[in-house]
């Protein structure tokens, strides 16, 4: 059964840091990867996705990473700034046989300016 | 281009009563997940629609049910409600899962 976790549950940090947020799953054996972002009481917003045949994804200051043997992928955030502020989801899709994610329970992040 | 679209925001209904949550999925998309999302929790699966047809469905009891409608567009039937269905309700739309899914609002259902 899969099971994604994501590491720290909250980080504070001050503006203008480069930050790095952590995501494992257990089973390897994944179809993509997507990272999101969610402001308080909202909906997902879609940041990141990494198909299982790549090692990252860029956006801007955002840098996703995949390491599938390992089960762990990492969401780089250059320069911070107070916008940054939110909870930051990552989700899992296993093989082409399924289509759900399974999501672990985010990171909290605060910029303080 | 309007994303996914989710109606109403807010909702309130007491214990044992049933509710409809509407989602209007992003244009040019043709399947539909559906997530709760318990506070302080990440979104776990309920079911997706394609084709009008349930494809797969998470671990929820039958009181949740829905339907998709030949625009694509789809529903979330809960009917007793308890007050543990009390949650963030999202919609998630893809045209094809490859490039991930598009989110809703959500819906925020308490129950008293």
């Known amino acids: 059964k899969q099971e994604v976790t994501q590491i720290p549950a909250a980080l504070s940090v001050p503006e203008g840091e480069n930050l790095v947020l952590n995501c494992s799953f257990t089973?390897?054996?994944?179809?993509?990867l997507q990272w999101f972002r969610q402001d308080p009481g909202k909906g997902l917003t879609s940041l990141l996705l990494?198909?299982?045949?790549?090692r990252e994804q860029t956006s801007g200051r955002l840098n996703a990473s995949l390491d599938k043997s390992s089960g762990r992928s990492t969401l780089y955030i250059a320069a911070s700034q107070p916008g940054d502020s939110a909870t930051y989801l990552c989700a899992v899709r296993q093989g082409s046989g399924t289509y759900k994610y399974i999501f672990g329970t985010g990171t909290r992040l605060k910029v303080l300016a | 281009d309007a994303g996914v679209t989710q109606s109403p925001t807010h909702l309130i209904k007491t214990r044992g009563q049933q509710v409809t949550l509407r989602c209007s999925p992003k244009?040019?998309?043709?399947?539909v997940s559906w997530y709760q999302q318990a506070l302080g929790q990440g979104p776990q699966f309920i079911f997706q629609?394609?084709?009008?047809?349930?494809?797969q469905r998470g671990n929820f009891p039958d009181r949740f049910s829905g339907h998709q409608f030949p625009n694509y567009s789809s529903e979330l039937n809960v009917n007793a409600l308890l007050l543990g269905d009390s949650a963030l309700y999202l919609c998630?739309?893809?045209?094809?899962?490859?490039?991930?899914?598009?989110f809703g609002s959500g819906t925020r259902l308490t129950v008293v």
């Open positions: 089973d390897s054996a994944i179809y993509n």
């Open positions: 629609y394609y084709e009008e047809e349930e494809r």
């Open positions: 998630a739309s893809t045209m094809d899962s490859v490039y991930g899914y598009t």
């Open positions: 244009s040019g998309h043709d399947t």
């Open positions: 990494i198909q299982s045949s790549q």
